[in-house]
């Protein structure tokens, strides 16, 4: 496995703590830090990639799919349009 480097400037106040925090898992301060911040960068990863909705709209996204509306004339043109362009596989 290859490593990078990651350096960071803190406070006196903020290492004090990040070691105290270390101390009390039985961790190294590096181990400590290496941790936390794999777990906010995967929960910020996950809360940018899943869409979370309230229920209603899961009701309206649920209804849309079990009977979807019928496509307004805008949209048979468009189709039409893009079947004239896009040659049939």
């Known amino acids: 496995m290859t ?19 270390a101390e009390i898992q039985g961790r190294t301060v590096t181990d400590f830090v290496v941790a936390a911040v794999q777990e906010a960068a995967q929960r910020s990863i996950s809360q940018a990639e899943i869409i979370q909705l309230s229920l209603a709209d899961q009701q309206c996204f649920a209804q849309a799919l079990l009977a979807p509306p019928l496509p307004v004339p805008a949209l048979e043109r468009a189709l039409a349009r893009r079947r004239n362009l896009v040659a049939p596989e």
Not at 3 to 21: M, N, P
Request: no cysteine; charged share 30%; aromatic share 0%.
């Open 3 to 21: 490593t990078a480097r990651l350096e960071a400037r803190i406070s006196t106040e903020l290492h004090a703590l990040l070691k105290r925090a």
